[in-house]
Nanobody, 125 residues
Framework: QVQLVESGGGLVQAGDSLTLSCAAS????????MGWFRQAPGKAGNEHEL??????????HYADSVKGRFTISRDNAKSTAYLQMNSLKPEDTAVYYC????????????????WGQGTQVTVSS
């Protein structure tokens, strides 16, 4: 079974930067499409909100709310996906999850069968 482990979360101030990592194991990483999602308390439906995706080919997609501030990347040799977050805002506060799927990148969290346990990011104003 695929295992995904996120790390790098923490408490920062508005304007700071953080880099999240998602280490994958028990899979051949390179063919997988990866996504970062977040779940903030108190939001309607409390659904997993898309942050960014990166396809096996390296193609990327970002939510409008993070475009220009966040960068998703991957290192297939290390079986790891990253999310570089700059100019953090209080509204970025959430638990951040990475997810993996085969057969095409998707913006829908429901299309990802494999998930990590999440890492908390808290941005104070």
């Amino acid at each position: 079974q695929v295992q995904l482990v996120e790390s790098g979360g923490g408490l920062v101030q508005a304007g700071d930067s953080l880099t999240l990592s998602c280490a994958a194991s028990r899979l051949t990483f390179s063919p997988y499409d990866m996504g970062w999602f977040r779940q903030a308390p108190g939001k309607a439906g409390n659904e997993h909100e898309l942050v960014a995706t990166i396809a096996w080919s390296g193609g990327t997609h970002y939510a409008d709310s993070v475009k220009g501030r966040f960068t998703i990347s991957r290192d297939n040799a290390k079986s790891t996906a990253y999310l570089q977050m700059n100019s953090l805002k209080p509204e970025d506060t959430a638990v951040y999850y990475c997810a993996a799927r085969l057969r095409g990148v998707s913006s829908s969290s429901g299309q990802y069968p494999d998930w990590g346990q999440g890492t908390q990011v808290t941005v104070s104003s």
